[in-house]
């Protein structure tokens, strides 16, 4: 993948775009490409791109324009099916110059328009620019694997992958957080798109394309989920769970061979232990050649660690097999490196292993990793599921004493989990089972105790987001079938707008894998496969308690019987003890002091400095409860991005060589 960024004029009064910012724009962005820049300018707009050459490594330079050099693009991603697209506009009469998917995205806009990102199958943050129509379509993938942060500001629109490179290109823009946005990520984890953490600056919405003509703005969305709902036979999957299995495996087989196969680099592979990447590994090694990579984390700490079942399948494919050991100093070394590239708070550690899981991967020189991210959504994987539907048939006879032991099955991974108290677990999972049919029900109790956290919050941050209910808000804007699904799809839904987009394909995918230059791929999330995973009956998926039951059934020939028998245990890592050692980073107390708490105007310096204390205090036992674990991460972090890029000045001039530089401006030494 790469970086892109540009300037669009908005009003006649407005400036050229300078040049000078476009550079810095891309400078910005030198680690997510840095291969080879580019830049482009005329009287109205100006793209820049830092490129990661992956496919057509010889033609590929952007920004690349038609054949008449008038209509322009600035492209990140991967377009898997661009073969058989181009094939189609060759039949149609288009002529290429290139091998590149770059080119193709350019003709196919040229040929069908806004449908053709309908057509794509890939991951992608696309920017054309119609020199002669003076327009400007913004395009970002079905479900937001590819970033793209919007803002106004002095007459311009400014947009680039990353909020760093905003930023740069003009001092006069706000630096500021948002308290919406502070709200969202205290309570789903994450912000919404197209909400963002930062004032006056947004995200454009996963399967969104937005366009810019004549003083307009015109935004839709070109996909949405298709579950299946009463009376369209077309949206279910009409087969047995036997034909189901077949073909999912059809379809994550195409998937990974395409993710491999249209790559002109190695393509490696991580390998967590899990069912998931072990069947992406699987499938992915019978394309990869003599030589296949694979890269795995292992932990310090024995709760966390998979080292058992990532050897197990290694042992399998006979990869050539690399490991990072993670220890809590090192999270907590890394974590401001990891701040300043999620752009965001977080409330978990978890980015950072990865982000040194990346360090890996480019060390070893591979540029292109196979990942299983996707699956637990599009297949109902995760305990929220499980434990939705538990709950609803709790709550469909509340008085019952059996229904709730049922909660017994859940969380079997932790080590200090919510059901070991039994009493507190059905206080816990029994609040509001009243309302068991109504949509986010599954996702109250998580929203519920998240949301507890704006207790810390200052009392200007939580007048400024007074009178928002960000919970209300998601659930109002969700699609207007949202209620005829199933309950297991409504709630795959909200954890796909929430979870997967913000958190999962951000700050612990697309940024920590650029963050080192490495692109991710993703054959869960491929088109087809989002499609028939939709398109299943609920049993297919979560069958009684069992996740991901038909993934599990179509992995059984080529994963080992211990990784597909093992209980779940999602990905996580040591939070708050990360951070609480005697020998621990200097930083944690400068950022948390009472001058930098005011400063920031974030939190209530009398709470946070009372949580650290309390959390210093339980370190030498390590029983911190999960609400403690959640607000010293999210504080520390907030505190390192206000840093970072509120009282900082990140992403300011880099020194980059051109490759491409077209200035077709009537002022080309403006600046």
Same mark, same amino acid.
């Given at each position: 993948?790469?970086?892109?960024?540009?300037?669009?004029?908005?009003?006649?009064?407005?400036?050229?775009?300078?040049?000078?910012?476009?550079?810095?724009?891309?400078?910005?962005?030198?680690?997510?490409?840095?291969?080879?820049?580019?830049?482009?300018?005329?009287?109205? #707009?100006?793209? !820049?791109?830092?490129?990661?050459?992956?496919?057509?490594?010889?033609?590929?330079?952007?920004?690349?324009?038609?054949?008449?050099?008038?209509?322009?693009?600035?492209?990140?991603?991967?377009?898997?099916?661009?073969?058989?697209?181009?094939?189609?506009?060759?039949?149609?009469?288009?002529?290429?110059?290139?091998?590149?998917?770059?080119?193709?995205?350019?003709?196919?806009?040229?040929?069908?328009?806004?449908?053709?990102?309908?057509?794509?199958?890939?991951?992608?943050?696309?920017?054309?620019?119609?020199?002669?129509?003076?327009?400007?379509?913004?395009?970002?993938?079905? $479900?937001?694997?590819?970033?793209?942060?919007?803002? $106004?500001?002095?007459?311009?629109?400014?947009?680039?992958?990353?909020?760093?490179?905003?930023?740069?290109?003009?001092?006069? +823009?706000?630096?500021?957080?948002?308290?919406?946005?502070?709200?969202?990520?205290?309570?789903?984890?994450?912000?919404?798109?197209?909400?963002?953490?930062?004032?006056?600056?947004?995200?454009?919405?996963?399967?969104?394309?937005?366009?810019?003509?004549?003083?307009?703005?015109?935004?839709?969305?070109?996909?949405?989920?298709?579950?299946?709902?009463?009376?369209?036979?077309?949206?279910?999957?009409?087969?047995?769970?036997?034909?189901?299995?077949?073909?999912?495996?059809?379809?994550?087989?195409?998937?990974?061979?395409?993710?491999?196969?249209?790559?002109?680099?190695?393509?490696?592979?991580?390998?967590?232990?899990?069912?998931?990447?072990?069947?992406?590994?699987?499938?992915?090694?019978?394309? #990869?050649?003599?030589?296949?990579?694979?890269?795995?984390?292992?932990?310090?700490?024995?709760?966390?660690?998979?080292?058992?079942?990532?050897?197990?399948?290694?042992?399998?494919?006979?990869?050539?097999?690399?490991?990072?050991?993670?220890?809590?100093?090192? +999270?907590?070394?890394?974590?401001?490196?990891?701040?300043?590239?999620?752009?965001?708070?977080?409330?978990?550690?978890?980015? #950072?292993?990865?982000?040194?899981?990346?360090?890996?991967?480019?060390?070893?020189?591979?540029? $292109?990793?196979?990942?299983?991210?996707?699956?637990?959504?599009?297949?109902?994987?995760?305990?929220?599921?499980?434990?939705?539907?538990?709950?609803?048939?709790?709550?469909?006879?509340?008085?019952?004493?059996?229904?709730?032991?049922?909660?017994?099955?859940?969380?079997?991974?932790?080590?200090?989990?919510?059901?070991?108290?039994?009493?507190?677990?059905?206080?816990?999972?029994?609040?509001?089972?009243?309302?068991?049919?109504?949509?986010?029900?599954?996702?109250?109790?998580?929203?519920?105790?998240?949301?507890?956290?704006?207790?810390?919050?200052?009392?200007?941050?939580? !007048?400024?987001?007074?009178?928002?209910?960000?919970?209300?808000?998601?659930?109002?804007?969700?699609?207007?079938?949202?209620?005829?699904?199933?309950?297991?799809?409504?709630?795959?839904?909200?954890?796909?707008?929430?979870?997967?987009? =913000?958190?999962?394909?951000?700050?612990?995918?697309?940024?920590?894998?650029?963050?080192?230059?490495?692109?991710?791929?993703?054959?869960?999330?491929?088109?087809?496969?989002?499609?028939?995973?939709?398109?299943?009956?609920?049993?297919?998926?979560?069958?009684?308690?069992?996740?991901?039951?038909?993934?599990?059934? !179509?992995?059984?020939?080529?994963?080992?019987?211990?990784?597909?028998?093992?209980?779940?245990?999602?990905?996580?890592?040591?939070?708050?003890?990360?951070?609480?050692?005697?020998?621990?980073?200097?930083? +944690?107390?400068?950022?948390?002091?009472?001058? #930098?708490?005011?400063?920031?105007?974030?939190?209530?310096?009398?709470? +946070?400095?009372?949580?650290?204390?309390?959390?210093?205090?339980?370190?030498?036992?390590?029983?911190?409860?999960?609400?403690?674990?959640?607000?010293?991460?999210?504080?520390?972090?907030?505190?390192?991005?206000?840093?970072?890029?509120?009282? =900082?000045?990140?992403?300011?001039?880099?020194?980059?060589?051109?490759?491409?530089?077209?200035?077709?401006?009537?002022?080309?030494?403006?600046?």
């Amino acid at each position: 993948m790469c970086g892109i960024a540009g300037i669009v004029r908005l009003s006649g009064g407005a400036p050229l775009p300078d040049k000078e910012a476009l550079l810095r724009m891309a400078g910005a962005l030198a680690h997510r490409g840095p291969d080879e820049f580019g830049v482009y300018r005329d009287d109205h #707009a100006g793209l !820049a791109h830092a490129r990661l050459s992956i496919i057509d490594l010889s033609t590929g330079q952007q920004p690349m324009s038609d054949e008449s050099n008038t209509t322009w693009i600035a492209f990140n991603g991967e377009i898997f099916n661009y073969v058989e697209l181009r094939q189609e506009l060759v039949a149609l009469g288009h002529h290429f110059r290139t091998r590149s998917d770059t080119e193709v995205i350019i003709h196919a806009y040229r040929a069908w328009g806004e449908a053709a990102f309908e057509r794509m199958n890939g991951q992608w943050a696309v920017a054309l620019w119609d020199s002669e129509a003076r327009r400007l379509v913004l395009s970002r993938d079905r $479900v937001g694997i590819c970033p793209l942060h919007l803002c $106004v500001c002095g007459g311009h629109l400014y947009f680039a992958s990353e909020v760093k490179a905003i930023f740069a290109a003009n001092a006069a +823009i706000p630096r500021a957080f948002d308290p919406i946005g502070i709200a969202q990520t205290f309570t789903f984890w994450t912000i919404v798109p197209p909400q963002g953490v930062f004032r006056g600056i947004t995200e454009l919405e996963p399967g969104h394309v937005r366009i810019y003509e004549n003083g307009t703005v015109r935004d839709r969305a070109y996909w949405v989920p298709r579950y299946p709902v009463p009376d369209d036979a077309s949206s279910r999957f009409r087969g047995s769970l036997e034909d189901a299995v077949r073909e999912v495996r059809r379809v994550l087989e195409n998937a990974t061979s395409l993710r491999m196969l249209r790559a002109d680099v190695p393509v490696g592979s991580y390998l967590s232990g899990g069912l998931d990447s072990s069947l992406v590994a699987a499938l992915g090694q019978r394309f #990869a050649g003599d030589r296949f990579q694979t890269f795995s984390l292992r932990f310090e700490d024995a709760e966390y660690d998979e080292t058992e079942y990532q050897r197990l399948m290694v042992k399998m494919l006979g990869s050539e097999h690399h490991e990072v050991v993670v220890s809590r100093s090192d +999270i907590a070394n890394v974590f401001p490196e990891v701040i300043y590239h999620t752009e965001r708070p977080i409330l978990r550690t978890a980015p #950072a292993p990865l982000f040194l899981l990346s360090k890996l991967v480019r060390d070893h020189g591979i540029k $292109v990793v196979l990942t299983g991210e996707g699956a637990d959504e599009m297949f109902a994987g995760y305990d929220i599921f499980r434990e939705g539907k538990v709950r609803r048939f709790w709550g469909r006879q509340p008085e019952s004493a059996w229904r709730p032991q049922l909660l017994e099955r859940l969380y079997p991974y932790l080590a200090r989990s919510p059901i070991s108290q039994q009493a507190m677990a059905r206080q816990f999972f029994g609040r509001n089972i009243s309302a068991h049919r109504a949509p986010g029900f599954a996702h109250d109790t998580r929203w519920h105790t998240t949301g507890a956290l704006k207790r810390l919050l200052s009392t200007d941050m939580q !007048a400024a987001a007074a009178g928002r209910d960000v919970i209300r808000e998601l659930l109002e804007s969700t699609h207007a079938d949202f209620t005829q699904w199933s309950h297991l799809a409504q709630d795959q839904h909200l954890e796909i707008r929430t979870l997967l987009s =913000g958190y999962l394909l951000s700050s612990q995918g697309d940024r920590m894998l650029m963050a080192h230059s490495v692109e991710g791929r993703f054959p869960f999330l491929d088109k087809d496969v989002i499609a028939l995973a939709d398109s299943l009956p609920a049993t297919y998926k979560l069958r009684v308690l069992d996740e991901k039951h038909v993934v599990k059934r !179509a992995a059984a020939d080529v994963v080992p019987r211990e990784i597909l028998a093992r209980k779940k245990q999602p990905y996580r890592a040591p939070d708050a003890l990360s951070f609480v050692a005697e020998d621990a980073p200097d930083y +944690i107390d400068e950022v948390l002091s009472e001058p #930098a708490l005011r400063d920031a105007n974030v939190f209530e310096p009398q709470a +946070i400095t009372q949580l650290l204390r309390k959390c210093r205090a339980r370190g030498r036992d390590g029983q911190f409860s999960n609400t403690d674990n959640m607000a010293l991460v999210g504080a520390l972090s907030t505190q390192l991005l206000h840093r970072q890029f509120i009282a =900082g000045r990140p992403g300011e001039r880099c020194n980059i060589k051109l490759r491409t530089d077209i200035d077709k401006s009537s002022n080309p030494r403006s600046s």
